[in-house]
C-alpha cells in the first residue's frame, strides 16, 4: 500500500509543510500579511481543449452499466456535466429514473444467487484484478478526476491511489471471513454463527472524492459477496464509469456491480434504491439532510444503514504543543480538496498564548505556497469549488463572520478572474461563536482562527456541535493526548497530525455525522448479517472421557 504521506498529502502541502520548516526557523512572522495570492497566469487558459487520456476508451459518454452491459436511460433522457474549473461541457450521462434504476437492482438481485456463494478467495482475486487496472490506468482516472471534481492533478493521482488501496485492503480481507463458536448456557446444544451478506446493496456516494468514496464502499461489498447498485453523483459521473469499465475488465460477474446515474432525477434514483424491498442496505456519503431524507425512506422497508454524513470537525491547538507541526497539519485538514472534505478542519481553535505566533505562520504558508487556478496546471495547487451554491456559501460565511467582528488575514473573495467557481484560500481571525462558521460546516477553503483559554473550555467548544465526524489536536502532553481524545464528541480523532483517512482505519461518525464504519476490518460488518445456528441434541460430556 502506497504512503498515506505520498497518497493523501498532497504537492502542495507537502511543499507548505516543509518550506513553512524552514521559514519558521529564520524568523518569527509578523500578522500583517498581505491578502494576495498567486493566480496562475495560464489558469484561464489550460482548459480550451479537452484533456488526452492514455485510453480515451475510458470515457464512456451516454451510457450506464447494468448487467455488464452499456445502456442509455430507457427514456433517453441525459444531463450535461460541466468543468467546474472553466464551466466547460465535458460530456452528457444518461438521466436514470426510477424505472431504470430498478432493472439495475434486478440485475442485482439475479447476480446475487450465484455471487454469494463464491468462495474469498475467487472474490480476493477479482478485487485484485480491479486494483491492478486502477493502477494500470491511474493517470487516465486522475484526469478525469481533476477534469470533473476540479481538484489539482497531484491530489487526483493521490485520490486514486486511496481509493484503489480499498480494492487491495478489502481483497486481503474477503479471504478471513470467520464466524464464532458460542459456548451454549443450554447443556447439549451448540452454538456457531455465520457471518453472511446481507444482499443487493444500494451504494450513493458523492463528488468530492469520485473515485474514494465509491471503492470505499464497494470493496467490502463485493468482499463479503454482495451486489451493488452504484449511483454516481451527477456532479461526477465519468470516474465512476470508467471504473465500470475497470471492472468489466477484472471480469467482475455480470449484474454483480451496476453504475447509474442521474441528475435531476437524483431524488426518483434515490426513493427507488431506499424503498425497493430487493435492496437490503443502503450506503450513502453526503449532507446530512439528504442522509436523515434516505434513511426516513429506508424505514418503509427496514434496510440495513451506513451514513457518512457532514462534519464541522475542531482542530485544537493548545499552547504545549510543535507550532510548525500545528501549522503545517492545519494546512493540511483545512485545504485539502478546497476545504472540500467531511473531515477538514472547520474550526481552529488557538490557545491564547500561542494565537499570534500561530495565525502569522498559517497565514503566510497560505499566502506564500498556495497557487490557486485549473487544476491541470502543475503549479496549481488549489483547483475551484464545485459549483456555484458552494460559492455562494463559502462568501455568505466569510462576509457573516466579517460583519460580526472576524479579520480577513489571507484571501476573503471570489476569484473571478480566474473562473466564477474559485474562492481564495482564505484565513480569518478573531472568529467568536456567534457566527454562522462556528455552527455550519463551510466545505470550502476558509480557515477562522478561535481563541481560547483552558482546556475545558475548548472541549465544551469543540463537542457544542450536532454533529461529530473528526477532530483534531496538538499537544505534548501526554496525559492530555489521552484526556482530549477520550473527550472529543467524534467518530475520528487525529493527535499531532492532519491527516486521519486511511484504508486500514474505521472511518465515521457519531451524532449527526451518522454511523457505521468504512475501510479497516470494521467495515466488512456493515454488508453483513450475523446467523445464529443453535444445534440442539449434541449430547453431555464423554463419561469419565478425556484426557
Ligand atoms: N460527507 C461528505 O463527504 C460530503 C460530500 C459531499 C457533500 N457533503 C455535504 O453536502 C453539502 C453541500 O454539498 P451538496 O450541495 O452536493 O450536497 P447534497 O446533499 O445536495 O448532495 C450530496 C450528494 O448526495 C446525493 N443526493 C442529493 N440528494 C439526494 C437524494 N434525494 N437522494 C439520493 N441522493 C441524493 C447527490 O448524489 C450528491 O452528490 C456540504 O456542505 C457537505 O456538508 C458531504
Ligand atoms: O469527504 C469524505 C471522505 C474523505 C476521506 O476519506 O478522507
Not at 484533456?51 to 464512456?60: A, E, G, T, V, Y
Not at 480476493?124 to 489539482?152: F, H
Not at 507541526?325 to 472547520?346: E, H, L, M, W, Y
Not at 505556497?369 to 483547483?383: R, S
Amino acid at each position: 500500500m502506497a504512503s498515506l504521506q505520498k497518497t493523501l498529502f498532497s504537492s502542495a502541502s507537502r511543499t507548505a509543510s516543509s518550506r513553512l520548516q524552514l521559514a519558521t526557523r529564520r524568523r518569527a512572522l509578523p500578522i500583517s500579511i498581505p491578502r494576495i495570492l498567486q493566480v496562475h497566469p495560464s489558469a484561464r487558459f489550460a482548459s480550451t481543449m479537452a484533456p488526452k487520456l492514455n485510453d480515451p476508451s475510458l470515457f464512456k459518454k451516454d451510457v450506464c452499466y447494468v448487467n455488464g452491459e452499456w445502456v442509455t436511460a430507457k427514456s433517453g433522457k441525459t444531463f450535461e456535466v460541466h468543468d467546474p474549473a472553466t464551466g466547460e461541457l465535458i460530456g452528457t450521462c444518461p438521466e436514470f429514473d426510477a424505472d431504470d434504476t430498478n432493472t439495475a437492482i434486478e440485475a442485482a438481485e439475479a447476480a446475487f444467487e450465484t455471487f454469494r456463494h463464491t468462495t474469498g478467495r475467487h472474490r480476493s482475486k477479482l478485487l485484485r484484478k480491479w486494483y491492478d487496472l486502477m493502477v494500470a490506468n491511474a493517470d487516465d482516472l486522475a484526469t478525469l478526476i481533476t477534469w470533473e471534481n476540479g481538484k489539482p492533478t497531484a491530489d487526483a493521482k493521490g485520490e486514486v491511489t486511496y481509493a484503489a488501496n480499498f480494492f487491495e485492503w478489502f481483497s486481503e480481507e474477503a479471504p478471513r471471513i470467520y464466524g464464532d463458536t458460542i459456548p451454549s448456557s443450554t447443556p447439549g446444544n451448540r452454538v456457531w454463527t455465520l457471518k453472511e451478506p446481507v444482499g443487493v446493496c444500494g451504494l450513493i456516494t458523492p463528488w468530492n472524492f469520485p473515485a474514494a468514496m465509491i471503492t470505499r464502499k464497494i470493496g467490502p461489498a463485493l468482499a463479503v459477496g454482495c451486489t451493488v447498485v452504484c449511483k454516481a453523483p451527477g456532479e461526477t459521473p465519468f470516474t465512476s464509469l470508467a471504473l465500470a469499465e475497470l471492472a468489466h475488465r477484472a471480469g467482475i460477474p455480470r449484474g454483480v456491480v451496476n453504475f447509474v446515474t442521474a441528475l435531476h432525477n437524483t431524488p426518483r434514483v434515490g426513493e427507488a434504491l431506499t424503498t425497493h424491498p430487493t435492496v437490503r442496505k443502503i450506503s450513502f456519503t453526503g449532507s446530512t439532510p439528504v442522509g436523515k431524507l434516505l434513511m426516513r425512506q429506508c424505514s418503509s422497508t427496514l434496510k440495513k444503514l451506513s451514513l457518512e454524513l457532514g462534519g464541522n470537525a475542531p482542530f485544537i491547538v493548545f499552547a504545549d504543543a510543535d507550532v510548525d507541526a500545528a501549522v503545517a497539519g492545519a494546512i493540511a485538514s483545512k485545504f485539502r480538496s478546497s476545504g472540500q472534505t467531511c473531515v477538514c478542519a472547520n474550526r481552529i481553535f488557538v490557545q491564547r498564548p500561542v494565537y499570534d505566533e500561530f495565525a502569522a505562520k498559517f497565514a503566510a504558508a497560505v499566502r506564500r505556497d498556495f497557487t490557486v487556478g485549473n487544476g491541470f496546471d502543475p503549479k496549481v495547487t488549489h483547483g475551484p469549488l464545485i459549483h456555484a451554491r458552494a460559492i455562494d456559501k463559502v462568501e455568505a460565511h466569510v462576509r457573516d463572520a466579517e460583519a460580526k467582528g472576524a479579520r480577513v488575514l489571507v484571501g476573503g473573495r471570489r476569484m473571478d478572474e480566474v473562473g466564477e467557481n474559485f474562492f481564495a484560500p482564505t484565513v480569518l481571525t478573531g472568529m467568536t461563536t456567534e457566527m454562522a462558521m462556528a455552527e455550519e460546516e463551510t466545505f470550502g477553503p476558509v480557515a477562522g482562527l478561535f481563541a481560547f483559554d483552558s482546556e475545558e473550555e475548548v472541549v465544551r467548544l469543540a463537542n457544542a456541535t450536532v454533529v461529530g465526524l473528526a477532530g483534531y489536536f496538538f499537544s505534548r502532553d501526554l496525559a492530555r493526548v489521552y484526556r482530549v481524545a477520550e473527550h472529543l464528541e467524534v467518530g475520528m480523532v487525529g493527535v499531532n497530525t492532519g491527516l486521519i483517512s486511511d484504508p486500514a482505519a474505521p472511518f465515521g461518525g457519531v451524532k449527526e455525522s451518522g454511523f457505521g464504519r468504512e475501510g479497516s476490518l470494521y467495515g466488512i460488518g456493515e454488508y453483513q448479517v450475523t446467523k445464529m445456528v443453535t444445534y440442539g441434541g449434541m449430547g453431555m460430556p464423554l463419561q469419565g472421557g478425556g484426557a
